[in-house]
């Protein structure tokens, strides 16, 4: 049986809290943009704790018909701000500061927060 969007998102935000991603958030934006449906985020202690849980994404598209479509890192050493799009879903990997910085939640605060 095919999963739909939201259960690989809710799979995906799994994976990032067993992988020790803190403060794990998911969010339905799918009524608010043309360009995803979920955001995940995720705080993250390291370059290396970032690079574990970017290889934990990889190993689940390949089995889930996902694809990356864009990696994106928003600061020149790649610790603040690491942007994973897999098309209807899109990975935030944030330092705490860059978290706090940014406060996507609060950008975002029409959206649907979903346990998972």
């Given at each position: ?7 690989k ?10 992988g020790?991603?803190?403060?794990v ?7 608010l ?14 370059s ?13 598209i390949?089995?889930n ?10 600061s ?17 990997l ?23």
């Amino acid at each position: 049986m095919m999963k739909t969007t939201e259960e690989k998102a809710k799979e995906i935000a799994k994976l990032m809290e067993d992988g020790k991603g803190n403060d794990v958030a998911l969010i339905d934006i799918s009524g608010l943009n043309s360009w995803t449906d979920y955001f995940v985020i995720v705080t993250v202690n390291s370059s290396t704790h970032w690079q574990g849980l970017y290889k934990d994404v990889k190993n689940y598209i390949k089995d889930n018909d996902l694809e990356i479509h864009v990696t994106n890192k928003k600061s020149p050493d790649g610790d603040d701000w690491n942007l994973i799009d897999l098309g209807p879903i899109v990975i935030h990997l944030m330092s705490e500061a860059a978290r706090s910085f940014y406060d996507l939640e609060k950008l975002w605060f029409n959206g649907k927060k979903l346990e998972f």
